[in-house]
């Protein structure tokens, strides 16, 4: 990804984003994001899930499926208050942007 530090906080807001509006794991997030033109591998997005979730932004839970498991992750009230303080602070930086047209 060209500018991953940059990056990478628009990543996390996606996150927080699709948790906040239900659960996510994974490999669903990967391909959410592909969409978006990110192109983010398993080595880089898991550890940042489990960052986020540490810093108390996510929840996590473990789902059985047959023989496999899966992780799901959901925001916590501290993830959709950081997300809503985001979208404030995203909507101003787009507000200059547009002006500078």
Do not use: N
């Not at 927080?16 to 983010?40: D, K, M, N, T, V």
């Not at 496999?68 to 993830?79: Q, S």
């Amino acid at each position: 990804m060209a500018h991953q530090d940059l990056l990478t906080g628009f990543v996390r807001l996606h996150i927080l984003h699709h948790a906040q509006e239900g659960e996510i794991y994974g490999q669903w997030i990967i391909e959410e994001l592909g969409r978006h033109g990110y192109r983010l591998s398993a080595g880089t997005l898991y550890p940042m899930l489990h960052a986020l979730e540490r810093k108390g932004y996510l929840r996590s839970r473990a789902k059985r499926l047959g023989r496999t498991g899966r992780r799901l992750y959901r925001t916590t009230a501290r993830g959709r208050a950081a997300l809503e303080e985001a979208k404030v602070k995203l909507r101003e930086l787009v507000g200059e942007l547009i002006e500078q047209r």
